[in-house]
């Protein structure tokens, strides 16, 4: 490196409406502008999932972060090159889209931020303080629609894996395909799946059919591929067919699929509304679906209860709650949104049946002589054979019910599963 160069960081967040754009794009784009203009882009950049239970979340609740080599004086010449890219193609139009660009100087991040970061991910954080560490670390900034956007936008300038990371290569579409129907070779999927197993997930889903590399929005995303190490993958994506060119591709490293939302508490009081949470209690109710094929039961905990769902998209996770029973000692992980009317409710996202609850019932001893099920001679009093009339006193006879669910690991669907749900059987890197 020469003695010339100094380091950049740029976040990003909050470009995309349900209409259209994608914030990855925008940072492939911003990535690609600052190239041209001589910053160097130093690593992959980031791409970071927010807190899930966000109510001011857009889409996916990511937001952007990479860091670049560049001419030392150069380093505002760069930031004005990111915010035109930004003004041009967020979303400006629609009212809850809140853009923000922000420049941090150096390749190091304060402790205050990378906290602040770790934090985005699991809590909702305000606005102020994100203008506050912008001040005290000299952040340059711009944000469209209010201010909104800076939180994301800081979040991703110092976000640093705390859970571990996974990598998604998105590729992208040109812009007369924006809107269109994405046409994707059923069976490249089904083979790059097959040939990249040990590396990607989340490619396909064999039970309902469904590719799961494309995206239904009318974003720039053709399709995005997410893997567990990033050698694979572009390999992997240069083995699909489409019927349209590859406009251009990126491999970001990202927080998907490492729980990093999640907050284990111990007690139910220790939930707070808009986080995720994992907690172990017990089965208070039997389970019950209703209408919407929404399933719901209650856990209980130190004298506290709450109510767990497993809404209508979660599909056949539902059938695995309909088999539990009170009694039933589990480990869940949900997030809480608190809705006016309805009781407090965990929305969950995987379960853990520790121990099933054994269930049965008593019944009278069998005929020693001669086989038949005895009857009872009333409290206490011994049984009788119907058949030839042997007598005899004794406990009753318990047969235990044999239980259908059995102690292990239950999670949704990959289409109902959150960015950052990690699949039980995922070895993510840390
Ligand atoms: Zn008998």
Not at 23 to 32: D, E, L, S
Request: contains cysteine; proline residues 6%; positive net charge.
């Amino acid at each position: 490196m020469q003695d010339s160069s100094s380091f950049i960081k740029i976040g990003v967040d909050d470009t995309d409406s349900p209409d259209g754009m994608c914030t990855t794009y925008v940072m492939h784009k911003i990535i690609q502008a600052v190239g041209e203009k001589g910053g160097k882009l130093y690593g992959f950049p980031n791409l970071v999932r927010l807190n899930p239970s966000c109510p001011y979340k857009t889409r996916g609740n990511a937001a952007l972060s990479a860091t670049f080599a560049v001419n030392a004086g150069d380093e505002r010449k760069h930031f004005d090159v990111a915010t035109d890219i930004v003004l041009k193609l967020s979303e400006i139009s629609h009212p809850r889209t809140n853009p923000a660009v922000l420049m941090l100087k150096g390749r190091d991040v304060p402790v205050d931020i990378v906290e602040f970061s770790r934090s985005a991910v699991k809590r909702m954080l305000s606005v102020e303080s994100a203008i506050r560490l912008m001040k005290k670390h000299d952040i340059a900034g711009m944000a469209i629609n209010g201010p909104r956007g800076m939180v994301g936008a800081m979040a991703a300038l110092g976000y640093d894996f705390p859970s571990g990371y996974t990598y998604e290569i998105i590729a992208y579409r040109s812009e007369g395909m924006w809107g269109k129907p994405r046409i994707v070779d059923r069976e490249s999927v089904i083979k790059m799946d097959m040939q990249t197993r040990s590396c990607t997930f989340d490619n396909y889903d064999y039970t309902s059919s469904e590719i799961k590399i494309a995206p239904h929005t009318p974003c720039p995303v053709l399709v995005g591929i997410r893997a567990i190490d990033y050698q694979c993958l572009e390999t992997a994506l240069k083995s699909l067919k489409f019927e349209e060119r590859v406009a251009g591709y990126r491999i970001y490293k990202t927080n998907q699929a490492t729980d990093d939302h999640i907050i284990p508490v111990a007690g139910i009081e220790q939930i707070e509304p808009y986080t995720s949470v994992t907690i172990e209690a017990t089965v208070k109710n039997l389970p019950k679906t209703e209408t919407g094929g929404h399933t719901f039961l209650y856990i209980e905990k130190n004298g506290r209860e709450l109510r767990l769902a497993a809404y209508e998209p979660t599909k056949q996770f539902r059938n695995i709650i309909m088999q539990l029973r009170p009694g039933d000692r589990v480990r869940v992980y949900g997030s809480y949104n608190p809705k006016d009317g309805e009781p407090e409710t965990l929305n969950l996202e995987k379960i853990e049946v520790l121990e099933v609850a054994q269930y049965g019932r008593l019944s009278n001893p069998v005929c020693p002589v001669c086989g038949h099920r005895m009857k009872s001679e009333g409290k206490e009093k011994g049984y009788q054979c119907p058949k030839c009339r042997y007598r005899m006193t004794g406990p009753k006879e318990f047969k235990p019910e044999k239980r259908v669910i059995t102690a292990g690991v239950y999670e949704v669907p990959s289409r109902a599963r959150r960015h950052l749900s990690k699949p039980f059987n995922l070895a993510v890197k840390k």
